[in-house]
T-cell receptor, first 117, second 114 residues
Framework: GAVVSQHPSRVICKSGTSVKIECRSL??????MFWYRQFPKKSLMLMAT?????????EQGVEKDKFLINHASLTLSTLTVTSAHPEDSSFYIC?????????????FGPGTRLTVL | SQKIEQNSEALNIQEGKTATLTCNYT??????LQWYRQDPGRGPVFLLL?????KEKRKERLKVTFDTTLKQSLFHITASQPADSATYLC?????????????FGKGTKLSVIP
């Protein structure tokens, strides 16, 4: 139980284009989803927290107009990187928590490797 | 602001030995602490959660201790195997009641040598 999937697993795009990453909870309802980014040999940095049906809360320094987050259902959240640039290249990971599973534990997706050329 | 330190970036041990990883934190008192495993190019996988009123927790070959006085957690893998090679992350909740956000340490990369 508590499986989270992400799609795509890797994406390469041209500078200036937008990329959408999907995060799905497969066997539980995710009332809260989190989006992280991770640079090589660095720790996970929380970008934003989204609760189903409400606007995401962004961490300090994260541009909400550049990283659009939608959490329209209890099993799906999306992260759209708008007008991507090479410095946005990173490993993006989502996680989810919800009722019926351990409330203090986050279950992570496998991650999406974004490369912006 | 809260700070987490995993003071070994890398740890090499011989197969069969016990690996001990350290997580230290400062500037607040978390209600719990978690350990995750992360393999290269993959998302973290939850291993164990230990609460502030628990001294020790075990799961198969894993053992975690939590010393709130020292502000330290130790993570042990007994009878280590090459398959245990991975990066292990310590995570603490943000301060503030009802907060579910986590702050992660940089991790310790464990290599178990056959």
């Amino acid at each position: 139980g508590a499986v989270v999937s992400q799609h795509p697993s890797r994406v390469i795009c041209k500078s200036g284009t937008s990329v959408k990453i999907e995060c799905r909870s497969l066997d539980f309802q995710a009332t809260t989803m989190f989006w992280y980014r991770q640079f090589p040999k660095k720790s996970l940095m929380l970008m934003a927290t989204s609760n189903e049906g409400s606007k995401a809360t962004y961490e300090q320094g994260v541009e909400k107009d550049k990283f659009l987050i939608n959490h329209a259902s209890l099993t799906l959240s999306t992260l759209t990187v708008t007008s991507a640039h090479p410095e946005d290249s990173s490993f993006y990971i989502c996680s989810a928590r919800g009722p019926g599973i351990s409330t203090d534990t986050q279950y992570f997706g496998p991650g999406t490797r974004l490369t912006v050329l | 602001s809260q700070k987490i330190e995993q003071n070994s970036e890398a740890l090499n041990i011989q197969e069969g030995k016990t690996a001990t990883l350290t997580c230290n934190y400062t500037n607040y008192s978390p209600a719990y602490l978690q350990w995750y495993r992360q393999d290269p190019g993959r998302g973290p996988v939850f291993l164990l959660l230990i609460r502030e009123n628990e001294k020790e927790k075990r799961k198969e070959r894993l053992k975690v201790t939590f010393d709130t006085t020292l502000k330290q957690s130790l993570f042990h893998i007994t009878a280590s195997q090459p398959a245990d090679s991975a990066t292990y992350l310590c995570a603490l909740p943000y301060s503030g009641a009802g907060s579910y956000q986590l702050t992660f340490g940089k991790g310790t990369k464990l290599s178990v040598i056959p």
